[in-house]
């Protein structure tokens, strides 16, 4: 796959970037190796000054980076907006709570002492997708960074101008040299380069394919490994949901980035009792979106990321219709240029049917009838994906009770599953291992090492 900028509001090609050599790739390594060797040895204080520097940079740029988002991916702009201050956020809320998070815990043995100090483990490799282009480099990078290491970052071929303008925010920002590197490589090559000695840890988010061939390189030379993979998110509706809000939070839960968030509620369960009153005004809100130019601020959907993703989306429709599923609305292209699909609403989805297994990455919903909660825990936990679930009851006790049987790594209460700097984000079964974000992402690639302090005289 090349690396280059087609607006998927046109499908025109925009600009085209080289993919870096060997030797140059093998030139970046080494510099981030170098610039580890100095990094690790910095305070928190200097690590935090940087960070903050890059998200003053961020929250001043915020039009024109977000400008880029929407050209290279089709993001809404409002939204584009929204993830620059998502991102500055993080970078100030590592900058100011890494050190908390890092500090050294002393542990009581039996005999003698013990601490615990966590320390870095030098040069991670990153493999990021363009579905967030900012944030999901943010999460990955700001952790690692006051953590005390060094980061390549291996961004998604289709947004090259968001790569580049992340590496030039550090630039601006006088990072060392070494210490942020964009690689300029299609995914074959991230792959290969797990196998590098200089390289400690990879961090990939993206599709099962992607983070299997990862796991896989990383097994073969025992590197650490986080995956944050894809999901098949239930959004649950029992019959004591305020159906006002619920319908409203379903259409956000869908229709956010244009569909293509892996924790997108993407299988609306609805007990029997209100399945059509939510079905009716669901499908007239979906019905009533205007679809069109995502710089346009009175546009409600845009355009997948790329044509490609677009005929996989219709692709996916048209299999699950010829196996058995309805069409309650949409369900085609638009008649008109650009990587644009109908909102969508897809029902009588059952095992065996393309939509009923995998991830729908767009906007298409499948919606579920069930006969009781019990019926909805069942069909929610029927899915290879475990990422995120969330469930609207008005009681919140009932809601935390069904929360405990749902096997994701996420679940909301009343709300779609998002994301913020001091929440941990992840998933289990096949929508991967390892978390982001908070303290528990921020250990994740640091070496939690015990120093133990005995007496001479102490028992073996
Ligand atoms: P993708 O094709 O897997 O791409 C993600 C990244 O992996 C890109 O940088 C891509 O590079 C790279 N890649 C592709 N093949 C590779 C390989 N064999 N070895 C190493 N790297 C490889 O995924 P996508 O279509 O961009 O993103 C959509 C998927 O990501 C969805 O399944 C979504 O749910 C998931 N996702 C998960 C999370 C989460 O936190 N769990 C967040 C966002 C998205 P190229 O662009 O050069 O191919």
Redesign the pocket.
Known sequence: ?S?QTVNPNTNKTVKSFEEMTEKAVDAKVEKSQIAFTHWKETSYQQRADLLHKVARLMRIKKLELAKTITLEMGKLLAQAEGEIDLSADIFDYYADHAEAFLGSKILNPEHGSAIIKNSPIGVLLG??????PYY?VARFVAPNIMVGNTILL?????VPQCAAAIEALFEEAKAPEGLYTNLF????R??ALVADKRIKGVS????????A??AMEAGKHLKKVVL????NDVFIILEDANMEKTVEWAVVGRMNNNG????ASKRFIAVEAIADEFIKKFKAKLSKMKVGDPMDPATELGPLSSEA?AVHLEDQVKRSVNQGAKVLLGGKRLNRDGAFMEPTILSDLKPGIAAYHE?L?GPVASFYVVKDEQAAIDLANDSDFG?GASIFTEDVERGKKIADQIDTGMVFINHPTWTQADLP???TKR??FGR?LSELGIKEFVNKKLIRISGLNDPF
Do not use: D
């Open positions: 796959m690396i493999v990021m997708p363009w579905n967030f999901q291996k961004h998604a071929s289709i490589i299609p995914g074959k991230a792959s990939l988010t993206g599709s099962e394919a992607a983070g061939s990862i944050e993979l894809g999901g293509q968030c892996c924790v993703a991830e990455f990422l984000f992840g998933g929508s991967g982001e």
